[in-house]
């Protein structure tokens, strides 16, 4: 009998919502810049697709996280950060539960109390929750951390609980920490409860009913500012800050967002937000309007990606840094275990000072390839009067503006282009036999990845294992077959997200979508005249339809298009109208594209000429 | 001495078992993902938590309807865990699931799969093992320890009645001798463990009808709590209703853990009551001296949760992720003695304080706990939080 037999993907395989701050803390390495910037005495919004370790951020800013946590710069951290973290996760706070308290069968402004309600609730178990790890935590264990806890007697303790339980309408079986939780346990089945049997009773007192629970009409933020307060006052610490971090907003009830987003303005110097979100969201709108909070003044956006590859990498050489260590591996650099990568040649010959252009190197030779076969390549070397035997002579400006900006291009084109003199304008079948060692090597591979921790984990963990079967460099063969499965599971992640365009009844998937502008790329850049700075990027024009739109937001929040940086510096975005985007190098060897930004090209531009219902043909074999 | 327990799998092969699941546990499943297979998650979790144990045992019922296929499966696995927990030994016994009593597969001999198993079931020295065949009991000897492993299923496959036999447990009267005497010439030791498939008295927690259990155990308990050989620990599988308690008779009577089953399917009732379950029990010599007591010893459980992996046990899956076993004394003894640690500058009392200074406590069973819990609320006012896990957090007059 067949069963099915699910091999965990890298894109679904790991995720830190289900992980304990120990365990989070076991093998977290920090991304440089966006945990400084998460540590910031500020409000954050942290932004970025899935998969980019938002959880994980905030998670690891939590007491028993940060008091776990083993790294060289750990120390650092804990001394730099001034506050208590208040994780609250959205799984246990929002989507299922809620939707479940009479969802249709109460009126909305009803679900809406609930909802809200049961929300407080859980921002008060996990306040609660840090209270106990701040009181309870061994300073001696770890001295950097030492500052913050504090020394809470049990006579502290009772008269605290019993303080906060008296605002909170509670009354706990004990006036301790534990006793708060359990009666914020209970109130979380009284909501149910009450939602259940409002769905069977009259609707005409309803109202009255629910304003009879005085508890109903508790606000997250006044309560949670009275807790803290208090606390503070009792261990003689007015200033003590308390950060509470809330995490995929972008599942949360639309009102719970909006308070949260309207929380970001709060003045309140003992209280610090952070919320995560995917980076496309249509009530994004709340934070663009007039009085809304305003970023780099009341918040600061952090966004967990990269359009310019560069700034990826030294977060990746990390991480494969410690994921070598833990191997057991010697100190060795990127490239001792992936090698060059084919498209950096021209760096090479940059910090190096020995020319890469020179007859007889790789380069060299890719380049006298495509212009044999290519005559618009030729064209193009002999209007810039580039001979390339001594293409090595050439100064480093003057080769700068017309050859190495254009080096990428070249290994692509050269890559995928057939013979013109046998066989004419090369067709798919032809390209798909090629075999993609065009993106191995070291920063191909971190390009490819994206600086996305989960990416990283689950395609270059097998590689590391390789390597130290082997203790030498892994085969480009390994790395073309691992990066060719990577794209092609990622693919079929995006085949699954439906979008419907308004010329098809059916839904195609999103995958389809991307499909037309990866290959008008491709057969620009292969099959037009040379251009060595081809479009690679695009905007999204006001052409664009709404269902494209729809699309592409879901492009964004999964990882698939990536926003590139533009002079409002918007990071969350309700509209995607007017944006610069470029593909995912994820996606770069199925549609046989360089791992560049590139020039703009109008995406109704490229949708327009995209030929409609012929099927899409993926570059890559699939080597599962 | 640290014992894992993992009993009644139930696993099928879903080319003869093509009606129903009675396990969580497919032959022919994809072992990668440990959220899904029950083995694959064991796996991670000994991993994860670098959990050790001297001993494997599984009391029985590896396979579902004695599944020639299954059996073979799971005895590699079962010794591939026992290789991950550093265990010294793996000790298995019959369940009537691995004895092929309907003769489906073999029309005469019933046990002749099990015999076949390699290395040899139960897992002992292969004189060890013709002995267990022989004469339905063997008794394994170390140092500090000795258990009495015993075949309850031995005469399933047989009998005037074969399918009436089927249905039960049975220890007989020439065995019940036979172990006397195996018992009288060995020497005492501090740990005293009996490993056998069925349960030894009628236990139904549930209004069911069920009269599987051991036929002549009410001999075996006597001879086990007459305390001339020590004091007993009982680990059987069969009624996959996970249990903790101390047999009928006088302060000697055994310790009785019924483990729950590591991963068949529970019926509506049961679910409701308890969860399938993996076990790591302690025992504490050192610690049974240092309090009196005859016995001292800890178990740990975690709960199977189908999409999410082993997961440590809650209040209701029958037993909590902890619970003690040894210390027995009246509940309003031991309340008493409880409400004399508190003073009266003292708001509450944290667990980890009671420990301190009434150590025994770790030692009671956890439905004890809850029994002092409850009295001493009604008689002295003394309520308690506990934690998820059923752990008591701290006390305190309310």
Known sequence: MTQETVTPSVFESFNARNLSPKQVAERFIPPPRHFDDLMLRRNSLVVGPRGSGKTTLLKMLQLPALATWKHPDADRYRTQIDFIAVFVAADVSWGAQLGALGRNRLPQHATDLLGLSAFTSHVMIALIEAMNDCASGDPTTVPTLAGKYVNLSKQQEVALCQFISKNWQLTPILPTFQGLKLALRERLSLIAQIARRETVLPKEQLDERLASYDFLFLGFLECSIFAVEAFNDLVGQPEKRWAFLFDELEIAPQQIRRQLFSALRSTDRRLLIKLSISPYHEDAVILEGGGSAMPGQDYQPIELWYPRKEEGYQFSEALLKAMLAEAGAEPVNSDEVFGRSVFEAGDFERESNVSAYRPGTSLHRRFSNLAKKDSSFADYLGRHNIDLQTMHLLGETERAGVIRKGTSVIAVRENYRSNEGLSGAPTRLERSRKTPTLYTGSRSLFAIIEGNPRWFIGIVGPLIRDYMNHLRPVSRGIQARTITTATNRFRALLRTIPYSPSNSATSRGLLSLLDSVGEKFHDNLVQGPFNPDPPLSFVVDSHTSGEVLVALGKALNAGAIILAPDQTGETLLSSLRGKRFRLSYMLAPGYGLPLNLGRTMALSQILERATSGEPQLNLLKDHD | ?398
């Open chain 2, 1 to 398: 001495m640290r014992i894992a327990v993992a009993s009644d799998i139930h696993a099928y092969d879903p080319a003869v078992e093509k009606e129903s699941s009675p396990s969580h546990l497919n032959i022919s499943e994809s072992a990668s993902l440990p959220t899904r297979h029950p083995i694959a998650g064991l796996k991670k979790l000994i991993a994860d938590l670098d959990l050790k144990a001297d001993i494997l045992i599984c009391p029985g019922d590896m396979a579902d309807k004695a599944s020639t296929s299954a059996l073979t499966y799971v005895w590699n696995e079962l010794h591939s865990l026992k290789s991950l927990l550093g265990a010294d030994r793996l000790i298995a016994t019959a369940g009537n699931h691995d004895v092929d009593s309907r003769h489906k597969y073999n029309n005469f001999d019933a046990k002749g799969a099990l015999q076949s198993l390699l290395p040899q079931f139960p897992g002992l020295s292969e004189q060890e093992c013709d002995r267990y065949w022989a004469r339905n009991f063997v008794l394994i000897e170390e140092e500090r320890w000795r258990i009495l492993l015993l075949n309850s299923s031995a005469y399933h496959g047989g009998g005037k009645d074969q399918a009436k036999e089927a249905g039960q447990g049975r220890i007989s009267e020439s065995t019940l001798s036979a172990i006397e005497s195996a018992l009288t010439k060995s020497d005492k030791r501090d740990l005293n463990i009996l490993v056998c498939h069925h349960h030894l008295f009628r236990d139904n927690a549930i209004h069911e009808s069920d009269y599987s259990e051991m036929d002549g155990a009410d001999h075996l308990l006597r001879l086990l709590g007459s305390a001339t050989h020590g004091q007993w620990v009982v680990v059987h599988g069969h009624k996959h209703h996970p249990k903790l308690q101390y047999g009928a008779g006088g302060s000697a009577s055994p310790v009785i853990f019924g483990a729950g089953s590591l991963c068949a399917s529970l019926y509506a009732e049961l679910a409701a009551r308890a969860r399938n379950q993996f076990y790591i029990v302690d025992l504490d010599p050192m610690a049974a001296s240092r309090h009196s007591l005859d016995v001292a010893g800890k178990i740990h459980a975690w709960d199977w949760i189908p999409n999410s992996g082993w997961k440590p046990a809650g209040m209701r899956s029958g037993l909590p992720h902890l619970s003690g076993f040894g210390y027995r004394a009246t509940i309003s003894a031991i309340a008493s003695r409880i409400v004399g640690l508190f003073s009266t500058s003292d708001p509450f009392l944290r667990w980890s304080e009671l420990v301190s200074n009434l150590p025994e406590i770790e030692y009671l069973l956890h439905t004890d706990v809850d029994a002092v819990l409850q009295h001493l609320k009604a008689t002295h006012l003394i309520g308690a939080t506990q934690s998820d896990r059923g752990a008591v957090v701290e006390l305190a007059r309310i």
